[in-house]
């Protein structure tokens, strides 16, 4: 049994150690807004905050997580970051197939609590590690200046 | 007489230990410096070397390409705001991801980029406290034989395919046994 805390909550799961975060917190607890893309923490749609730092759940046993703080997309909202983040999305519309969104979210809000402004180059170097097979890159820089804007 | 036959017996004396001391030091020095020429099969290998990149990001595999995705340094050498290097890496190898991890996992700083260095010029840059984080040699020491990023080097875990991945050549334990018997012949360095 592992106990892990998701979003202020604490689940006990029967899963073994060596599962990804991922799949404990998709199947185990049942918040798929966590995705699945890669596998090999190439892409970044798994991305999650673990103690407030991004980190690509699929690349996580989730032994790792446990006595740490989980974050998801569903309750990233709750912190001024991070509703920060999600508003500015919402404002210039970034979203297109949305399959990577959440992990884009999660990087940016990670992005925007260790650099409240971040430059084009930062913003580049923060999220290179998520793709977007839609290519809205452009939108997402736009969307995190303007969350840095609202922040200030 | 008697008191130049011992004047010169001095003399002689006096020449032939210093010679063999010096012969000693020419010895010891020529010792030291083929462990190191050892040593530097193992800093050489692209496990060791990906990390110590004479630019600002890693590289990967035997081939040391660009690191997928690209990632730079930060200033600490753990990555920037938003994606660490920690975002990956852990504490350990997980072959679920094929993700490499190990305690601590970061980059070296930029005054230990050792691509392109000659086995004398990575000696020197790596004896350098200046350069090196002010490691004296008994630091030196220390973190090429018992530090656990260092220790990764063996122990490099499987790639995504499950495909395990080639350590650094020479043993832990022959490794560590030839770093200390190298410090303590003086550290020396290759030309």
New interface residues.
Partial sequence: MISLNVNGKTYTLDVPPDMPVLWAIRDGIGLTGTKYGCGIAQCGACTVHIDGNAVRSCSMPVSAAAGKCVTTIENIGATRVGKATQSAWERLDVMQCGYCQSGQIMSAAALLSGNPKPTDADIDAAMSGNICRCATYVRIRAAIHEAAKALA | MSQRKTALTLLLGGFFAFGASSAQDVARQAQSEKLFADIHRVLAHPRCLNCHPKGDSPKQGLDAHLH?????RGPAGKG?????C???H???N??????PGAPNWHLAPLSMGWENKSQGELCRVLLDQSKNGQKDLKAIVEHLTRDELVAWGWAPGTD?DGKAREPVPIPKLEFNRIVRAWAKLGAKCPK
Avoid at chain 2, 80 to 84: F, M, R
Avoid at chain 2, 94 to 99: H, I, L, Q, R, T
Wanted: aromatic letters at 4%; proline letters at 9%.
């Fill in positions: 997928v995705p690209p990632v730079a920037v705001a938003g994606l660490q920690a975002a990956c852990q504490a350990e997980y072959a679920a991801s094929g993700v995504a």
